[in-house]
């Protein structure tokens, strides 16, 4: 009835011979997944910098420059120079979020450092988002 496998499984080695393509462990792939996020934060941290200039936001960069390189053994980040445009509310959303996506990697990783780092720029973003609104008075 059924045709019989021809070819061998590319999911599988022989015992005893080694694969022919790297494997990472668990930590690696975490220090991999941590060190995105954060860099992903640092460069929405750089756009609202470039908005809303504020000594907390450059502490912060600095610091999320420090965590990703640690994280990558060394290499820096890259930045690129951010663009004084977008809406700063919808920036502190986004990264809010990848602040949270940091927090659970760094947090199933047992990173402690990475980890209060991500849950105080959660802080800092959520507050950024709950202050009260000027409103506009037309008359």
């Known amino acids: 009835m059924y045709e019989p496998i021809r070819t061998k499984s ?3 080695t022989m015992a005893g ?3 022919d393509f ?4 668990r930590e690696e ?4 997944q941590l060190a995105g996020h954060l860099a992903a934060l640092l460069a929405v941290t750089d756009e609202l910098r470039a908005l809303v200039p504020s000594d907390d936001l450059d502490t912060a960069a600095e610091r999320l420059a420090a965590e990703v390189a640690r994280l990558r053994g060394g290499r820096t980040a ?3 120079a951010p663009a004084a445009t977008g809406a700063p509310e919808a920036l502190h959303r986004r990264a809010h979020a990848l602040a949270g996506r940091a927090l659970v990697v760094a ?3 047992a990173d402690t450092a990475a ?6 720029r959660m802080d800092a973003h959520a507050a950024a988002l709950a202050e009260p609104k000027e409103l506009s008075t037309a008359h």
Not at 22 to 25: D, Y
Not at 29 to 32: S, V
């Open 10 to 12: 590319v999911h599988t």
């Open 17 to 19: 011979t080694p694969s």
């Open 78 to 80: 890259l930045r690129a």
């Open 22 to 25: 790297p494997h990472r462990s």
């Open 115 to 120: 980890a209060i780092l991500a849950a105080e």
């Open 107 to 109: 947090a199933s990783r």
């Open 29 to 32: 792939e975490l220090d991999i």
